[in-house]
């Protein structure tokens, strides 16, 4: 039996909304001020502005609390033209001891997409039971690592979401490092990884990229990226008309946030705008329920759809800045993708992961055979941890450019 795109939509978004419960349930416990940042920020960045207790449960009936004594943070950072802004963010440290070698170590968890709308923020989420990626920030915290999960730029505080924009992101995940830091039982200076899936897989990998010449100080030892939107114009038209065309809404309203001179939303018709104003309020489930199969054609003036104009200038230069893979890191990165992707196409990754070798960098590939985004995303788990611990354990790093 054939089913109608309606009745795709209400499965597909049970199924995900199963996996990732991203908008926090009422009464999550937040103050209601610590999202505002102050007039005048520090002149550091990863400077810590203010911080709180908070919690981390793995269910929204709050059964399961994380054995973790959990601070909720904000930090300074800088957005993607290099403007100092107040980011958001959560620290975990296990209050199990730590018996590997040397001091804790503290992974940096880029959390993969939550939405727009400041109540999908993963530091409300977290402490509210909802945030579909504690499964795997839990297991991290059972092999005895410290965990700093940021909020990235416009997530809770003021302003616009600035979702997969490449420095941005990178930029809020490196200072959560230095944030985390300052905090006590968190080594000032040892030794720490990057993690994330998704989006998180795409600032995860630009924070590799970019750690060099933004935080050349940290001790990094390595980076996981699963699944990395590193080409923004080929997730674009794969996302266009698919049950997840929100999130390219979501990149639309973060263009027009990061670079309003270029005035994205003008090429927009009525309907188009709307929508634009209601994905900025919406978290993932929400934008999978109001908006799949929604044709972005639809919502121009002119009837070309937005992956066309992402592809011409002034838009064109803008998604080229976006794109991973143009820069070496210089620690190791394990990147997973599955060939069965449903959102990020697999084809662009490996691009991206072949880059890396190309110049020079130590890279581990591997592609799955799971179906689906959220499939892949799980199908991963096992081997980032075994990934991860080698690297603290100061193993020599896999590599296996030259064979995918």
Request: hydrophobic share 40%; proline share 7%.
């Amino acid at each position: 039996m054939r089913l109608s795109n309606r009745r795709l939509a209400a499965i597909v978004t049970a199924a995900v909304a199963a996996l990732s419960m991203t908008t926090a349930p009422a009464g999550a416990a937040t103050s209601s001020d610590f999202y505002d940042p102050p007039a005048t920020l520090p002149s550091d960045n990863g400077a810590i502005i203010r911080h709180e207790p908070s919690e981390f449960f793995l269910d929204p009936v709050k059964l399961l609390r994380a054995p973790a004594d959990v601070q909720r943070i904000m930090y300074r950072s800088t957005d993607t033209h290099g403007d100092a802004i107040a980011v958001t963010g959560t620290v975990l440290m296990p209050k199990t001891p730590w018996y590997g070698a040397g001091e804790r170590p503290l992974i940096a968890y880029a959390p993969g997409t939550q939405g727009l709308g400041d109540q999908c923020a993963p530091s409300k989420a977290l402490a509210a039971g909802g945030e579909y990626e504690g499964p795997f920030i839990a297991g991290l915290l059972a092999r005895g690592y410290s965990v700093v999960v940021t909020d990235y730029e416009g997530l809770g505080t003021p302003g616009v979401h600035t979702y997969v924009n490449r420095k941005a992101e990178a930029h809020a995940v490196l200072d959560s490092i230095r944030a985390a830091q300052q905090l006590p039982g968190v080594p000032s200076d040892g030794p720490v990884a990057i993690a994330g899936y998704s989006q998180g897989g795409g600032a995860s990998a630009a924070a590799a990229e970019l750690q060099p010449s933004y935080a050349p100080e940290l001790d990094l030892k390595g980076a996981y990226a699963g699944a990395v939107p590193a080409d923004l114009a080929a997730v674009g038209r794969s996302l266009d008309g698919a049950y997840a065309v929100g999130f390219l809404m979501f990149a639309v309203a973060s263009v027009n946030h990061a670079y309003p001179e270029l005035r994205i939303t003008d090429v927009l018709n009525d309907r188009g705008k709307a929508l634009v104003d209601r994905v900025e309020h919406e978290c993932t489930v929400d934008s999978i329920a109001n908006h799949a199969f929604t044709r972005t054609a639809d919502l121009t003036v002119d009837g070309r759809s937005i992956s066309d104009y992402l592809a011409e200038e002034p838009y064109a230069s803008v998604v080229e800045e976006q794109r991973i893979g143009t820069l070496e890191p210089e620690v190791p990165v394990y990147v997973v993708h599955s060939a069965l992707d449903d959102i990020v196409p697999y084809q662009q990754g490996q691009t991206m992961a072949r880059s890396w070798c190309g110049e020079g960098a130590t890279v581990r590939f591997d592609t799955l055979a799971v179906p689906t985004h959220v499939g892949g995303a799980v199908a991963g788990y096992p081997a980032a941890f075994a990934w991860l611990e080698g690297r603290f354990a100061g193993k020599a790093a896999p590599t296996n450019c030259g064979e995918f």
